[in-house]
């Protein structure tokens, strides 16, 4: 998969995408990254890529030709699945939405600051709009960050046990149910018998019962 990124804040996505698991799925070749800086895209001598909006008011818009010269310069080189926009207006991003886009092939995701971005770029260029929550961020690096460690996580072989990835919480439409490692007894809080009993059928059991229980506890809305 490759996935290419637009920014105005290349360095904030530098931190998230190279470290551990997504770091290694890049090392692997499982997944190639591209961060691209919009400011690359003006033509203007400052680099600028936003403008006040039409109309008054407080905040400025990323410009629709920046933006417009970027995804034209990228889409002429490959084919996108998906033209993605961080935005909180678009849909809210679940585990189904990331398997969904783990499939593809190509995705560009172009994060937004200030105020947005111009109408006519969601109106021309964007294919998809994916918000990480009800709540504003300051910029859509952090989302799009968020999303694509969702996704690659999701490739094959980028675990290296590969169920692990299908035991996560909501995978099956429930909350993973708890976990212990060693010891098996901290201070009298031992560990639930029937995990060290050996028995596998016996332990599915319990985890699937435990996952139930703490989906209705925690987030019933899902077993709706
Ligand atoms: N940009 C700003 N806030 C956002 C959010 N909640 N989700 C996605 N992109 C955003």
Redesign the pocket.
């Known amino acids: 998969m490759q996935i290419d990124i637009i920014t105005v804040l290349p360095k904030i996505l530098e931190g998230p995408l190279n470290q551990s698991i997504v770091k290694r799925a890049q090392d692997s070749n499982l997944v190639d990254i591209h961060i691209h800086d919009l400011r690359d895209f003006s033509q203007d001598k400052h680099k600028s890529v936003d403008d006040y909006q039409y109309g008054g008011g407080a905040g400025m818009v990323l410009m629709v030709e920046p933006i417009a010269r970027c995804i034209e310069s990228l889409s002429s080189k490959k084919r996108y699945d998906e033209i993605i926009y961080?935005?909180?207006d678009?849909i809210q991003l679940n585990q189904g939405i990331c398997n969904k886009l783990s499939l593809d092939k190509n995705l560009l995701i172009l994060c937004?600051h200030y105020k947005g971005v111009d109408e006519r770029v969601r109106e021309n260029f964007i294919t998809m709009e994916?918000?990480?929550?009800?709540?504003?961020?300051?910029?859509?690096e952090l989302?799009a960050a968020v999303l694509a460690d969702s996704i690659i996580r999701l490739i094959p072989g980028v675990l290296s046990d590969e169920t692990s990835a299908l035991t996560d919480s909501f995978q099956d439409g429930l909350l993973a149910p708890p976990v212990y490692t060693r010891p098996s007894d901290f201070k009298g809080m031992k560990v639930p018998p029937v995990l060290l009993s050996g028995n596998a059928a016996e332990i599915e059991k319990w985890r699937h019962k435990m996952a139930i229980e703490r989906t209705k506890e925690k987030r019933s809305d899902l077993l709706d």
């Open positions: 961080m935005s909180p678009g937004g994916i918000s990480i929550g009800d709540y504003v961020l300051s910029g859509g989302a």
